[in-house]
Structures are given as C-alpha cells and as structure tokens.
C-alpha cells in the first residue's frame, strides 16, 4: 500500500525552522511551551497564510468575476489562481474543483444533487463503520427521504475495513454509492480506497471519498484513487477555517443540478427559467470565500514547498516513535493497525481507569493540547466498545520531542489518577 519513498526526517528544513513559520507555537500554556499534537482536528497555519489573507484584505478587497477595476482583477487572480494550485497539488484539472465551505458541504452537495437523481426506493448506500459523522449523517438522510438502505463495511480486529465483506454487499446489486474515508481520524487507518473503487465500479457503484484526514499528510493524486466523488478541507492542511473543495468527475459534475441557486452560478436568467453558468461556477453561487481561497493558497505553496513525500515520510516516523512510547505506558490501549504504514499520523487511545477528558485535562495543564471525545465517529466507537478516546494527531511542525512531552504528560495524569 505504501508508495512513499523518502526517507524517515526527509523534510527539506529544519524542524526548528519550520516551527518558526507557525507564530502560535510561540505560545506558553500554564508557563510551558506549547506542544500542540490536536492536527486532525484542525491545523495551525503558517505566517505566509495568515498574511495571504491580511494582503488580499489590505490591498485587493474586492468582489471577483465582476467588476473591471484594478482591485478586482487582483481579487479574481487570487482566487482562481488558488483554484490551479489546489487542483495541481491533487493532479485535477481547475473545472472539476469546487470551492465549498468545508469536507461536509462537499459531501452534502453530492447528496442533494447526484444522490437524488440516482439514489432510488430500494436502493443501498454503503458506508464504513470508520466514517466520520459528516459521511454518515448525509446518508442516512438521504436513504430516509429517498427509501434506500444503509449498510455498513465493518472492520477487522486491527481496524482495517473487511474487503470480503464489501465484496459481499456488493454481490447483492443494488449499491449506488459507497462513501468512504481514505484516512480514518480515529484509527488512522489508511484504507486501498484505488482498490475499493475498482470493486464498486465493478458492480456498477459510483465512489464518493472523504479525503479531509488525507490530503494533509499524503501525496494524493485523484486520477490514481479511482474515486467519482473527493471532498477536502482546507483548515486541516494548514489553510484556513471556512473553505473546502469538492472534486469530481466532470461528466458527472457537467450532469448535476446546482446545488444553490443565485448569483453567479447562471449563465442567464429569464422570467421563467434560468441555465447554468460553465463549471465550476455553476456550484459556486453567490460571493465565495475570496480571502480563504488566497490564505488555501498559500497553503498549498507551503506544503508543496516541503514536499508530500517528505511531509509522509516525516509525519510516519513520528508516528512509528508514538507508537512505540505510547505503547510502552501500562494500562494504555492503542486502536488502529500496528504498522505506522499502515496509519496515517495519529494515535488514538484509552488509558485504563483514567476518563479520556481527564487525560486531555492533565495534558493541558502540561501545554499538550489533545483531542479527547468520540471525534464524530459515534459508531465506530460502539464498535471499539469506548464511549470517548484521546487522540494525540501530527503535523510537520511536530517532531519526537512533542511526543516526549506527550508521554510525560499522560505518564503524570496515571499517577494523579493512581489505579
């Protein structure tokens, strides 16, 4: 599964100076260093990307497609010129990437507008037992207002999806849609998400993927994931909150009806009817995200800048580190497959006796801030049998030393909390 082939600590800078471009991790908590390890739930961001969006309101705010001044065309650049460099930093063409809000209106926009269309009584929708909230909830509304079922690919004992079982749901014929995360932000698990559309386009199946876990950490290439369907974020690959993308095929997207109606998205409008702009203006009505469109930018350019093999091979040796200290503390289970291959760069975990909540409580008192709750993956925690674990999740700014902290600081809440 693996392709990667930098090496572990292959990041082109120091890691010191990596760190210097992200002001937040100049922070004391409680008097300590900042030790910041909470990645998948959002990232922190880079001076160039808060000063992409301090520019464009400085010195180009203005409304784009529009206007002929100055200002405009600037604002028109910035903005579609981070469409290119999203679309090449995931080997798309710019028409088959739309600007959302974020992952889940991504996910939302395929369901209110393909879904509908080809989601019929009857029908199946199959998602993972691993999926975020965001690629459940749709669904089950979906399946609900349209009469479909949905099914669940469940998982092994080591966090992997049960590909039989796939096939086995697949066999029955009526699956339109499986909706699926390429990196689980519970378990970590990377999942063959090429293979697994192979299998659904075989049984006659489109593919719609939750990459928001993914494209921060990984070298993606859509073309190569087999996918209709590809949904993202900005604010967890160290762009900002408020801006998203959905990707699709563009036959598909070309057959699709808008998703909101308004400016922008038409090409004209008469008194009775209206047609619609070209792609993918005609999913972008109303004045998007212009300023977080330029600070996503920026983003790409920083990552692209670090390279995504080297921001893999970086972020895997980390977690193998994690593994092996986390994994040394008694009374601590570790979820999700064993092999840092086989995981992207997070760790999720319980600790015997001790509440998720009060171990992220101890960590920040020691300025480790993690993640602790049921991460929007209530059913895939029924199925670990835990209401809440904690997460400890990674960027390129981090390295061993934060892992250190970490192990100190859960080290310290089992002995407040004793046995």
Known sequence: METVTATAGSLPRGLAEIRADFPVLARRINGKPLVYVDNAATSQKPASVIEAISSYYRESNANIHRSMHALAAEATEL???????????????PEEIVFVRNATEAINLVRFTWAREHVDAGDTVLVTRMEHHSNVVPWQLLCAEQGARLAYVELDAEGRLDLDGLDALLATGDVKLIALTQVSNVLGTINPVAEIAARAHAAGAKVLVDGAQAVPQLPVDLGQTGADFYAFTGHKMLGPTGIGVLWGRREL?????????????????ADDHSTWAALPAKFEAGTPAIAEAAGLGAAVD????????SVRAHERDLTAYALERLGAIDRLTIYGPEDASERGSLVSFTVAGVHPHDIAEICNREAVAIRAGHHCAQPLMRQLG???????SFSVYNGRDDVDRLTAALEAAITIFGT
Request: net charge neutral; hydrophobic share 45%; no cysteine.
């Open 386 to 392: 835990v209401p809440a674990t904690a997460r400890a």
């Open 79 to 93: 903005y579609e010129g981070a469409r290119s460099r999203v679309a090449a930093f995931v080997g798309a063409s």
């Open 253 to 269: 997207l070309e057959e699709m009806p808008p998703f909101l109606g308004g400016g922008s998205m038409i090409r004209m409008v």
């Open 302 to 309: 920083y990552l692209s800048g670090l390279g995504m093999d």
